[in-house]
Structure formats: structure tokens, C-alpha cells
């Protein structure tokens, strides 16, 4: 106990024991999760055993690591075990092995930390949708791949290390393949300085609806990298597009929207009461609690908009908030609907066209038989009619 406290008093130990700790942590993590990758094809009661002896050795071995980097001889068993342990690390096989579990360290910290900022509420109550909110999934998203990368790329230097691979060489030669390989990807590159502009100017995000390229591609954005953007359409097909392609973004789902909300009336109606009808209704939509808070201003009726061969265009305008405008506008054309039947202004549709048909007794009449004598007679030459006189 004298010993312990002894190096309990001096900082590095702190740090030794902290680290044993977190790499014994991170091993027991690594086999529990190919355990549980083999508890399926075994008996239930065979996984349980093992998950359990697993957890007695890993508690075992840490605590044994954890005496032999304090220097605890005072206890023989788990400093000698603890020796085998560390002298098992040194070894290319332990590097190996220390080497994943600081990986599997690092891969969840940035998973943890993807969480904390951006917290999942569940798919009963979906985050709100802000600016704010588009701006920090999208990055935390492209951050989160990023660190992966990194970590995946640190994870194969080391364990080549470990292995015994010159990784310096390595190195040296992906970098000379890499620069022959980058004259021939420059397409990939315009797709990643698109990409960061795109994130850097916030141009759109995570859960915008966009139109891309004059509306030659449209949907809600599932997920943006540097290098691609992923839309889901209506249909539920997706798009991947990649960044340098996108000339063009129509966002629609940007600080607020707004409803169109039009109508056409025939000809023939009475156009004030029609627009007294669209007002009432806008009004009344506002007003109402189950939609008032999609509002962000009172609506504005224009009045008539467009004059057609099937009636007149009416208009009035909804500012809603962002994504806002779908449900707002449907719920709009089906009470502008009902109106206009209740109030009996006829029903939008072509002008009617009126046919007349005149009878003439004179263009009726038959018209006079042709006598075919006197043709044949008007067209014989006079040497003809000689020889065959007409009968």
C-alpha cells in the first residue's frame, strides 16, 4: 500500500495508469464486438459464457498491466502477468493489436462528439428546421468523414510500422502515384473546392430542397460531403450529384418561403365576390391555430393576375416558414376549393364555342345532269363528226 501511494504522489503515474486503462477499455470494446458478431451462430448460453469470461480476462489483464506500469512488485502475480502483457505490446503483434485499440479510441470519440453537437431527438420529434441547424449537421457531417479519413489513414501507416513495412518508402511512392494520378482526376478536384465554397458560403445543407441546374434535378438534400451531394426525390429515387457538376441551386427551403396561392374563376363570375371569397379564406387559414404558427405575416390578396380563354387568374400570397409552403399551399387549395362550390362561381374550364348551321335551299339544290352528247360534239374535230356524225 506504501508503494501504491508512492507513486500515486507523482504526476506520470497518474498518466500511466489513465492510459493502461483506456487501452485495456478499448480492447475489451474491440472482442466484445467480434463476440457479438459470433453470438448469433452459437448457442445463447455458449455467447453468454464467453462475453463473461471476455469480461473477467480484460478486467484481469488491465488490472495486471496497471501493476507492472506502477511498478507494484510487491504483488509477484499481477506484475509478472502484467510484464508478459506489456512485453506482448512491444512485440508486432501487440503494437498491432495497441495500435486498433487507440483507433477504436479515436473512432468513437468522433462519433461521440458528431452526437453532442448535433443530438438525435428520434423520429417522433424531428429537430427544428433552421439555418442554424442545416449548417451545423452539414458540417459536423463532412467533419466527422474527414476525421475518419484521417484516422483510417494514421491506422494503416502505424500498423504497417508495426509489421515491419518502411512506411517512409510507402509514402514517397503513393505520393509520386498520387501526383500522376491527380493530372487525370482534376474533375475530382473541382468537385472538392466546390464542395468546401458550397459548405464555406453556406449555399445549402442537409435537409434543404434545392433544384439543381435549372431544375434539371430536385429534392431534399440526405447528405452533402465535400465531394457529392446526395438528393432524395419525391419519388424516393436519389440523385448523386457530384459538386463540381452543380452550376446552378435553387434553394427552397432558405430563411422563409412563400405560397403562390392562385385560383381561376370563369369569365362570367363575379370577380369582386370571387376575391372577397380567396381573402376570406387566406384570413381564416391565418387565423387559424393549427396554422397560424406556419405563418410568418398576415396574407397578401394581389387580385387578378392573368386574364385566359378559361376565366380569370386570381392570387393571393402565403409567407410561411421554410419547408412550410407544401403544407400550407395544399391545405389552402383545398378550402379555396370548397369556397368557391359553396358560394356557386362556377366552375373554371374553356370557353364554350357556339356552332350555327344555316340551310340554303339554293346550295341545297341538285345540280343539273351533264349532257355528255354535246361535250363529245364541242370536242370532235370536223373530220371526226364526217366520218362519225354524232347520234
Not at 113 to 120: H, K, L, N, Q
Not at 315 to 321: D, I, M, P
Not at 336 to 344: E, F, L, Q
Request: aromatic share 6%; charged share 15%; net charge neutral.
Amino acid at each position: 500500500m506504501d508503494a501504491l501511494i508512492s507513486q500515486f504522489s507523482h504526476p506520470v503515474s497518474w498518466l500511466k495508469l489513465g492510459f493502461t486503462l483506456l487501452v485495456g477499455y478499448a480492447v475489451w470494446r474491440i472482442v466484445a464486438a467480434l463476440l457479438a458478431l459470433l453470438t448469433p451462430h452459437v448457442h445463447l448460453r455458449i455467447g453468454s459464457l464467453l462475453r463473461r469470461v471476455w469480461a473477467l480476462l480484460a478486467l484481469y489483464g488491465t488490472a495486471a498491466a496497471a501493476a507492472y506500469e506502477l511498478g507494484l512488485a510487491e504483488v509477484p502475480l499481477l506484475y509478472d502477468h502484467g510484464a508478459i502483457i506489456a512485453q506482448g505490446f512491444r512485440a508486432s503483434s501487440g503494437q498491432v493489436v495497441l495500435v486498433a485499440a487507440l483507433a477504436f479510441i479515436a473512432w468513437n470519440l468522433v462519433t461521440l462528439a458528431a452526437r453532442r453537437i448535433v443530438p438525435d431527438t428520434g423520429d417522433s420529434t424531428p429537430a427544428a428546421f433552421t439555418r442554424r441547424n442545416v449548417r451545423v449537421q452539414t458540417l459536423t457531417a463532412v467533419t466527422q468523414g474527414s476525421l475518419r479519413l484521417v484516422i483510417i489513414i494514421l491506422t494503416g501507416i502505424s500498423v504497417l510500422q508495426a509489421l515491419g513495412v518502411n512506411a517512409t518508402a510507402l509514402l514517397a511512392g503513393v505520393s509520386v502515384l498520387g501526383l500522376a494520378v491527380g493530372f487525370g482526376a482534376q474533375s475530382l478536384i473541382k468537385d472538392v473546392f466546390t464542395g468546401f465554397f458550397i459548405l464555406l458560403e453556406d449555399q445549402y445543407g442537409v435537409g434543404d430542397i434545392i433544384r439543381v441546374n435549372s431544375g434539371a434535378l430536385s429534392g431534399t438534400v440526405e447528405r452533402l460531403t465535400l465531394r457529392l451531394t446526395v438528393l432524395r426525390a419525391l419519388d424516393g429515387t436519389v440523385h448523386l450529384v457530384p459538386n463540381g457538376q452543380v452550376l446552378t441551386v435553387s434553394v427552397s427551403s432558405k430563411d422563409w418561403s412563400q405560397v403562390l396561392a392562385t385560383f381561376t374563376v370563369p369569365g362570367g363570375a363575379d370577380v369582386n365576390r370571387a376575391l372577397e371569397v380567396m381573402a376570406q379564406v387566406a384570413n381564416d387559414l391565418y387565423a387559424d391555430p393549427q396554422w397560424q404558427q406556419h405563418f410568418l405575416s398576415e396574407p397578401e390578396v394581389q387580385g387578378v393576375t392573368n386574364l385566359t380563354s378559361d376565366g380569370t387568374e386570381l392570387r393571393a400570397l402565403l409567407r410561411v416558414l421554410p419547408k412550410s409552403q407544401f403544407p400550407v399551399g395544399h391545405e389552402f387549395n383545398r378550402r379555396i376549393r370548397i369556397a368557391m362550390d359553396n358560394t356557386d362561381l362556377g366552375v373554371p374550364g374553356p370557353a364554350p364555342i357556339e356552332v350555327r348551321i344555316s340551310q340554303d335551299s339554293a346550295l341545297l339544290a341538285p345540280a343539273p345532269a351533264l349532257d355528255i352528247t354535246r361535250v363529245e360534239e364541242r370536242q370532235m374535230d370536223d373530220a371526226a363528226r364526217k366520218t362519225d356524225p354524232p347520234r
